[in-house]
């Protein structure tokens, strides 16, 4: 690769901030309001979290099919380019030029032979290589570039780049492990189901804001003590229940987690673990049950995989529905999500328009993702307003097995790793 | 006016003068079912709004980059009156929310064209949410993309297409547009 203009930084080459003041409870199971309004503490999580030793993720292949497509992404809150190569291989790098800290590339998603800083056209090739420069030797003799100016030492800082099945992650290290490593056994079997090998279908994609700090959205789908008391669609309509058979798997650092749930056959008319769920109404069904038809396509044991992968991905797979959360972090209390939306390239046309009617569960208008979404600003509007105070975390326990569902296991692991990679 | 002048008019010239006529009682009759749509939205009825639509009305709420990339997939999708009521229904009893009002400002009513009894039309809308104790903020704006079946004197949604310009939604959108 020629362009060799990288992220080393690290951590290494930045005055770190006093943060003596921000002491962390001594029960594990309580979390300080800190984590989620400091806005010290979120710019560590850019620079030890997002660009540190981890694999984000970035687009799917499917956005960049051809040489010379591209989409604008994100790596934590730093917008970055994916593009694919003259080669086909996927290249990614700031979009920031290396001159005056253009953000050049201002389009979702397009195709080109070059990337053009239209400030004063410094112009670089699909690998962010700098290839020209605009009067670099000056007028007539006169001003340019100082005669020691190298083109190769100004190219756009370019990411290490991983794909599986489809999907693209990117690091600012240039010596992570493989993402399998990175996944662990247990979460690449979960990837695997999710991404199950055949060629993606890109559907659409959603764009919202979330008054909130991003860390509450992992937390949110490491949480399945909510999934059957905030949504009342599911239960409502008998698609998830506490009585569901259900497992929480987590690699071994705690960073990742899945939540797989098989729903039961038919419809669930009576269930002991109903009682307590006030909106259980075992008579209530849709007038076009459509929306939730099950059409089986893979031999998964499993109806429902919601998969997160640290940091900033969540992978979504409900009955017939497949999507991507990619978390970008706006600041400590904000964040986007960028929703994107896959079928498969054999569906039929059925098959495709039973996946998007399905899709009005999810996203920010859907039956459940609205409630999420409120839930998360509801969070945060408490932490900003009212005096702080640590959050509970503390159902369950760390050594259960892996069916216990009403248990806070997966967000305690998550904070154990988030401690060491923060050194908090 | 005294010394207005009628001049004497050809069949053609009246012809068309019928149908500028036909045309305007068209937008008139889009603009009223449009601030009926907008008002029983905004009083918070959302259980009246499948009545808006034919029984095999389809609704449509598409971000504009997806719309004008070939990307199918809509935030908001029902197809035919089952699935508006489901979607009413869980909007009215299962979705948890804010409390919000919602005001729509419809305008820009243009009519496309009326063929076997259907009528294509747009319109340009606005979308504003006021939720406790912040201010009022612009939710939404975009057009809608609409076909009409005339039946009567009435008015009923074949198919509203909203494709917005508001592509970073803020939060979540609770009450279709």
């Not at chain 1, 039929?348 to 328009?353: F, R």
């Not at chain 2, 699935?83 to 009519?111: N, S």
């Not at chain 2, 319109?123 to 704006?141: F, G, K, M, R, S």
Request: proline share 6%.
């Amino acid at each position: 690769m020629s362009n060799t203009c990288r992220f080393i930084e690290n951590g290494e080459t930045r005055a770190e901030s006093d943060l003596s003041d921000l002491v962390w409870p001594n029960d594990p199971a309580a979390i300080p309001d800190w984590v989620y309004t400091d806005r010290r503490v979120y710019d560590l999580e850019q620079e030890r979290i997002f660009r540190g030793r981890t694999w984000n993720y970035i687009a799917l292949e499917v956005e960049v099919p051809n040489p010379g497509d591209f989409i604008r992404s994100y790596i934590g809150d730093m917008p970055i380019v994916v593009v694919r190569g003259q080669d086909g291989a996927i290249n990614a790098f700031e979009n920031r030029c290396a001159h005056r800290g253009v953000e050049f590339c201002k389009t979702y998603r397009g195709s080109a032979k070059q990337f053009v800083c239209p400030y004063h056209q410094w112009t670089y090739d699909l690998t962010g290589k700098l290839k020209s420069v605009p009067f670099r030797r000056g007028v007539q003799g006169q001003g340019g570039m100082p005669p020691d100016f190298k083109l190769e030492d100004h190219s756009l800082r370019r990411l290490s780049v991983t794909t599986r099945r489809g999907a693209i992650f990117a690091s600012c290290a240039d010596d992570m492990e493989s993402l399998e490593d990175y996944l662990g056994p247990d979460m690449l079997d979960q990837y695997d189901t999710m991404f199950d090998g055949r060629p993606l279908k890109l559907l659409g994609i959603h764009r919202n804001v979330i008054p909130g700090n991003w860390k509450l959205y992992q937390e949110n789908l490491k949480d399945p003590y909510h999934a059957t008391l905030l949504h009342t669609y599911l239960t409502t309509f008998g698609l998830f229940v506490a009585g569901n058979k259900t497992l929480i798997v987590a690699d071994e650092k705690g960073r990742h987690s899945s939540l797989c749930s098989r729903r039961p056959e038919g419809r669930l008319e009576s269930d002991s673990n109903t009682s307590q769920i006030g909106s259980f109404h075992a008579t209530m069904k849709l007038a076009d049950p459509r929306v939730l038809e099950l059409i089986k396509e893979s031999d998964s044991p499993w109806n429902s995989n919601a998969i997160t992968i640290w940091p900033n991905l969540i992978a979504i797979r409900q009955s017939n529905i497949f999507s991507i959360r990619h978390i970008v972090p706006m600041g400590p209390d904000e964040f986007m999500l960028i929703w994107v939306n896959f079928g498969f390239a054999d569906d039929t046309p059925e098959m495709e328009a039973h996946r998007l009617r399905q899709n009005n569960i999810f996203g920010p208008g859907g039956f459940i993702g609205i409630d999420d979404n409120e839930a998360i600003k509801f969070v945060n509007d408490g932490l900003q307003r009212s005096q702080p105070r640590p959050g509970v975390v503390s159902l369950g326990r760390d050594d259960e097995p892996p069916e216990t569902v009403i248990t806070d296991r997966a967000i305690r692991g998550m904070y154990r790793h988030y401690r060491e990679a923060m050194g908090l | 006016m005294s010394n207005l002048q009628v001049k004497p008019v050809t069949s053609e010239t009246e012809k068309l003068m019928y149908d500028r006529a036909f045309l305007r009682e068209l937008r008139h009759m889009v603009e009223d079912f449009n601030c009926d749509y907008a008002d029983t939205l905004d009083r918070g009825e959302v259980e009246k709004w499948p009545d808006f639509f034919t029984d095999d009305g389809v609704y449509r709420l598409i971000a504009r980059d997806n719309a004008e990339s070939n990307l199918p997939l809509p935030l908001m999708y029902c197809d035919g009156k089952g699935m508006l009521k489901d979607r009413a229904y869980a909007i009215a009893h299962t979705e948890m929310f804010a409390p919000r009002y919602t005001m729509h400002q419809i305008a820009q009513v243009r009519i496309l064209g009326f063929e076997d009894g259907i009528v294509s039309a747009q319109a340009n809308y606005v979308l504003y949410e006021t939720l406790i104790d912040e201010p009022t903020h612009l939710l939404q704006c975009g057009k809608y993309h609409d076909r009409f079946l005339l039946r009567g004197d009435r008015l009923l949604l074949k198919e509203r297409n909203c494709i917005y310009d508001t592509l970073l939604i803020p939060t979540c959108i609770v009450f279709p547009p």
